[in-house]
């Protein structure tokens, strides 16, 4: 395996980690709101959330690099006011990805909020605890095989994503460049086949390992709530 | 420990009107299902917000809609014991007592000592289970346990022992009976069964169509209840044992009454509760008969409801009331003042 492609490898697993891990408070709290919410514009939010599932993933790129891009509103203002630049950096990336990736996490994490008996809630209510200790202590923990379901389906959606990455932050080896990337790169070459085919064998490994651990550690959750 | 209840609310067609004060002891809030019992207890706990109205609980005001005062159920320390008992399911038995624990600090009262509640209820052995490996009678005391160590001024308890068997709640009713006497917290009890509300309740609220319709002791309130195992409740003491016929006989303001031998020792306080419809009259002292129990009194007033009547005794002061075929009444002829004799088939009793 070529540096390159080594280069590949770890950008992907850092800029799916980093979506991950960035979205998922948001995620959390997002889908809370439209579990539990009850607010004005309630269907908006969820329109808007659902936008990049359904959306050609090269127009959620561009639409990204329009107001993102050095010159576009959010992004001239992050770049003044605190130095923060998306435009074809790795963050960038892993924006694309984390945007790509969110409604397939909001939808997990918030169907499993939706199954929580809200009574339980409301008893917890009752023996003094706080709004925020009863989310904490009672409705997270209820909703953890979601919130890890809708984990491993972002960081699956990120270590795949191509369009909107592509489009936002461009394809340069070694910043924005993972490995659908440098897969799509390499079938445009002539004897980048086996390139490729390394890639896509590492591709499928990381993938399945995601799934196997997501499903051991969904499996230990139940277990120790089974266990007496 | 002083409630105090004026609220109106709405639910779509269902309009609750409640008014009420509540004593210390157990108030017993008593009516059919769908007579606003929950929506009242709901909105006590802070689970509803009331359209109109006040709730007061020792002169701290929790909810004045004219005021625009609403308390959230965290910050009023009223416990709530609910018909399904809500354990945590992630939280092993000890770890749901001692929720409750982090909020207790710094409100003034003495923290609830924890190994004295777990062995109150009994409970002790199931401390590091999971609450789904627990029987439903278990569950309850352990919900118990939970609201009580959360130190609430106030218990609520929204038919506890309603989805229990029989078996069940005889296991229960005894540790409700114990936090009633030794716990010292003033409960407000939810129930349909008028044989609880007697072993329980000092104080009763009847609710019919989401209106108050009447309040006051037990003794005086029960015999009113709009029930089909509607009955009367007599204080009584236990006089003597009669070994050789397994016969405990107790004294009451009416007269005596014999019953199975008790286990009770001479001088127990108990309370025997008769259903209406274990009850006959007679216009004479009955001769031959095979009912032990046969009390003397005057009708004191007479409540037809359809094909049946309710008639209210009063025997030497004591309330007993008999469910009667109007038929009956008319053969009788009974009417307020009559003299009859009450033939008593059958009496079921608690310790009180």
Redesign the interface.
């Known amino acids: 395996m070529t540096a390159e492609e080594w280069t590949a490898v770890r950008l992907s697993l850092l800029v799916a980690v980093t979506a991950t891990a960035a979205s998922l408070p948001f995620g959390i709290a997002v889908a809370w709101l439209l579990a539990r919410g009850r607010f004005w514009g309630k269907s908006l939010v969820d329109t808007l959330v659902h936008l990049p599932l359904i959306l050609p993933p090269v127009v959620t790129g561009y639409l990204l690099l329009i107001l993102l891009g050095k010159r576009g509103p959010i992004g001239e203002f992050l770049n003044d006011a605190f130095g923060i630049v998306f435009a074809f950096r790795w963050t960038g990336a892993a924006l694309a990805c984390a945007v790509m990736g969110f409604p397939l996490m909001v939808r997990a994490i918030r169907l499993s909020i939706e199954a929580i008996d809200t009574r339980l809630e409301s008893a917890a209510g009752t023996l003094g605890a706080h709004p925020l200790f009863v989310f904490a202590t009672i409705t997270l923990p209820l909703s953890l095989p979601g919130v890890i379901a809708g984990a491993i389906l972002c960081f699956a959606k990120s270590m795949g994503e191509f369009g909107a990455t592509i489009t936002f932050v461009s394809n340069i080896p070694g910043e924005t460049q993972t490995l659908p990337s440098a897969i799509y790169t390499l079938t445009q070459v002539p004897g980048g086949d086996s390139g490729a085919l390394r890639l896509t064998a590492i591709s499928v490994v990381i993938s399945m390992t995601a799934l196997l651990g997501s499903e051991l550690l969904a499996r230990s959750i139940g277990a120790r709530r089974v266990a007496t | 420990m002083s409630l105090d209840v004026d609220i109106e609310h709405s639910h779509g067609a269902f309009h609750l009107s409640a008014r009420f004060v509540s004593e210390p002891g157990v108030t017993a809030l008593f009516g059919r299902s769908g007579s606003g019992k929950t929506t009242l207890v709901n909105i006590v706990?802070?689970?509803i917000r009331p359209d109109r109205g006040r709730v007061t609980v020792d002169g701290q005001v929790l909810v004045d809609t004219e005021r625009r005062l609403f308390v959230?159920?965290?910050?009023?320390?009223?416990?709530?014991v609910?018909q399904?008992s809500?354990l945590?399911?992630?939280l092993s038995v000890r770890q749901n007592l001692l929720?409750?624990r982090?909020?207790?600090r710094g409100n003034g009262g003495e923290v609830a000592d924890f190994d004295a509640v777990v062995e109150l209820l009994g409970i002790s052995a199931l401390l590091d289970?999971?609450p789904?490996?627990l029987s439903g009678g278990e569950k309850q005391r352990v919900a118990l346990g939970?609201?009580l160590l959360?130190h609430p001024r106030l218990l609520?308890m929204d038919e506890p022992l309603a989805s229990l068997d029989e078996a069940r709640r005889a296991e229960i009713l005894p540790y409700i009976e114990r936090l009633r006497d030794k716990a010292g917290v003033p409960i407000l009890y939810v129930s349909h069964s008028v044989a609880e509300v007697a072993r329980l309740a000092t104080t009763v609220v009847i609710l019919a169509d989401g209106k108050v319709t009447a309040v006051g002791s037990v003794l005086d309130i029960l015999p009113l209840a709009d029930a089909s195992d509607a009955g009367s409740v007599l204080d009584a003491v236990v006089a003597r044992h009669d070994e050789s016929f397994q016969l405990t006989t107790l004294a009451s303001a009416a007269g005596e009454l014999q019953v199975p031998r008790l286990s009770a020792p001479h001088g127990t306080s108990v309370r025997a509760y008769i259903r209406a419809r274990d009850v006959m009259l007679s216009l004479q002292p009955p001769q031959e008969i095979s009912a032990l129990n046969v009390l003397a009194g005057k009708v004191a007033q007479i409540t037809p409801s359809g094909a049946q009547a309710d008639v209210r005794l009063d025997c030497n002061g004591a309330v007993l009331t008999a469910r009667l075929t109007a038929k009956s009444v008319q053969r009788l002829a009974l009417a307020p003042g009559r003299p009859v004799y009450a033939v008593i088939k059958s009496v079921s009793f608690e310790r009180s």
């Open positions: 706990g802070g689970l959230p159920k965290h910050r009023r320390r009223i416990g709530y609910f399904d809500r945590f399911p992630h929720y409750g982090w909020f207790t289970r999971r789904e490996s939970r609201a959360a609520l």
